[in-house]
């Protein structure tokens, strides 16, 4: 049973800096997306940053615009982790932060609903100005 567990949100000021990690078991895709997204109270859940892979390693990269330059996706394979560093932090960075992943393999930008098969149950990140 696929597992993804967040952990690393809280509370900052703008201009702050969070790391949020995500630990996954129960299963062993070679490839597939791995990735974050983040869903403020009241809008659609959007996606971050995120890892298109294939038979095992990482083939592309992938940030949405508002957070090119700010955020850093990394991953640990050792320790079936992935990170989201986050720096210069804002209040519309605000929002609950999920760790997700899929094995359907097909477009590298990892932006089609069906890549995502498995969720974490999130980690809140809070920005105040």
């Known amino acids: 049973q696929v597992q993804l567990v967040e952990s690393g949100g809280g509370s900052v000021q703008a201009g702050g800096s969070l790391r949020l990690s995500c630990v996954a078991s129960g299963y062993t895709f070679d490839s597939g997306c791995i990735g974050w997204f983040r869903q403020a109270p009241g809008k659609e859940r959007e996606g971050v940053a995120s890892f298109y892979f294939f038979n095992g390693a990482t083939y592309y990269t992938n940030y949405r615009d508002s957070v090119k330059g700010r955020f850093t996706i990394s991953r640990d394979n050792a320790k079936n982790t992935l990170y989201l560093q986050m720096s210069s932090l804002n209040p519309e960075d605000t929002a609950m932060y999920y760790c997700?992943?899929?094995?359907?393999?097909?477009?590298?930008?990892?932006?089609?609903?069906?890549?995502?098969?498995?969720w974490g149950q999130g980690t809140q990140v809070t920005v105040s100005s």
């Open positions: 997700a992943t899929g094995r359907r393999r097909g477009d590298p930008s990892c932006r089609f609903a069906d890549q995502w098969e498995y």
